[in-house]
């Protein structure tokens, strides 16, 4: 495998840029483009170690005073011989960095190629690898202790025990078909319903994860909707900090849906602020008031703001009925509470929280109910859950092969007939982990890194 070089830090300007190596010829390119202040050459270190030196160009003169380090495969991040120098984070010190070792035979690394070459090399399984991507992306702190979880191994290992509570069915029953003579005791029908079972379970409570995961790293889709006017941008301002949407007495000002994302109550959420619902004659507004519906059916949460000077309308109560029919939870929010305390509504089936946008009063009561509709979790329970939609279907599958091959013993079919639907769960959960994947869906999931990671 050839060797590859990338800047680990991004292109902005920063105060240290490292730029990465990886592959056979990683530490003698590292040497080649550094020079120690001891006078030893850099493939004399010991791994790990930082080296105080001067970086060269191509031509051999100086351009930055920089710290190297080595690490040799196969403990080291991709499995291979690494190298990583750390330089000031210009830009144009980085790209002559670049430069230098490329004329060293060294070549661009491609999106996500570090962390391939780890899965590739066994230093990391798939879900690993995904949760270095997450861990990248996440906009949160239960995003990030959710990837660093899943990057340690938890999700990874409650994989695994179902797995290989599944190959060992497999092998204790080939064993018996294979070795008629040995003294092995088959499986009796109630102890292999029982492993059946119990890998169902496992993979039913693990699919049950998935939506709360989810949510952890992409965030909650969360519409805001009411009668125009009611107060929505001024509530997705206030939830922001600054001004976002435009803000205006005149009602149907929001002509379009605007999306942004904050943490609301300790939950990530993916705020979309909606043209006021109401009957317009206006062909604009019109088209924005259908976007407010269409944002109503993928939201998880709905906050239906009603405007607390006025009794609820019918176009109130009727906007609330749709929230409730659409979305996953929904908080009814009477707004404008500075204006006064207003009217009530009574019997609404849902949470009901007074704010002010003006003042913020109210908010934290917000949050609080934002947290009780999405409950975060135990702790023990980080790193453990289903993220994507690509582990989801691997575990369905596996959870689909074993209900059938329950049915099957169920239906008094012979073992091997059962097996094959054993087999398939392994298959699914070999996808899940990456001991068995095709190339197209690796592909998809480092493209997803940024170049060079």
Request: with cysteine; charged share 25%; hydrophobic share 45%.
């Amino acid at each position: 495998m050839d060797t590859i070089a990338a800047i680990a830090t991004g292109s902005a300007r920063c105060a240290v840029g490292i730029v990465r190596l990886s592959g056979p010829n990683a530490i003698p390119a590292a040497a080649a483009v550094f020079r120690a202040a001891s006078g030893k050459p850099l493939e004399t270190a010991a791994d790990r170690q930082l080296v105080y030196g001067t970086l060269l160009d191509g031509e051999g003169r100086p351009v930055d005073q920089i710290l190297a380090t080595v690490s040799r495969g196969p403990r080291s991040y991709t499995g291979e011989d690494t190298a990583e120098l750390q330089c000031h984070g210009s830009p144009a010190v980085l790209a002559l960095a670049l430069e230098a070792l490329y004329a060293q035979g060294v070549r661009p690394a491609g999106p996500g190629e570090f962390t391939r070459r780890a899965f590739l090399n066994g230093r990391l399984d798939l879900l690993q690898a995904e949760a270095v991507a997450d861990l990248i992306d996440a906009d949160s702190a239960q995003a990030v202790r959710c990837a660093g979880g899943q990057l340690s191994g938890a999700l990874s290992r409650r994989v695994a025990a179902v797995y290989d509570a599944l190959v060992d069915v497999s092998a204790h029953f080939h064993a018996v078909l294979d070795y008629p003579d040995e003294d092995l005791d088959p499986f009796t029908q109630r102890e292999l319903a029982d492993a059946l079972d119990r890998g169902a379970a496992d993979l039913s409570a693990l699919l049950d994860t998935y939506r709360r995961g989810k949510f952890l790293v992409g965030g909650i889709p969360c519409a805001i909707v009411g009668r125009p006017n009611a107060g929505k941008s001024s509530l997705l301002n206030a939830l922001l900090g600054y001004e976002r949407a435009i803000v205006t007495d005149i009602p149907g000002t929001t002509r379009d849906t605007v999306e942004e994302k904050c943490t609301v109550g300790g939950r990530l959420l993916r705020l979309i602020d909606t043209a006021g619902i109401r009957e317009t004659a206006d062909a604009v507004e019109r088209i924005g008031v259908e976007r407010s519906r269409k944002a109503l059916e993928g939201a998880a949460l709905a906050l239906v703001l009603w405007d607390g000077t006025c009794p609820p309308t019918t176009e109130d109560r009727d906007l609330l009925a749709l929230a409730l029919d659409r979305a996953e939870r929904v908080i009814l929010l009477r707004t404008k509470t500075d204006l006064g305390p207003g009217p009530a509504w009574t019997e609404c089936p849902c949470p009901v929280v007074a704010v002010s946008s003006k003042t913020g009063d109210g908010l934290r009561a917000l949050e609080e109910a934002v947290a009780e509709a999405f409950p975060g979790g135990a702790a023990e329970e980080a790193g453990q859950m289903l993220t994507n939609a690509r582990q989801a279907e691997a575990a369905g599958r596996a959870l689909g092969a074993l209900e059938a091959a329950s049915g099957s013993l169920a239906a008094g079919m012979t073992p091997d007939a059962v097996l094959v639907d054993v087999e398939a769960a392994m298959v699914a959960l070999g996808e899940l982990t990456g001991r068995t994947v095709r190339e197209d869906v690796t592909d998809r999931i480092f493209a997803r890194f940024c170049v060079g990671k």
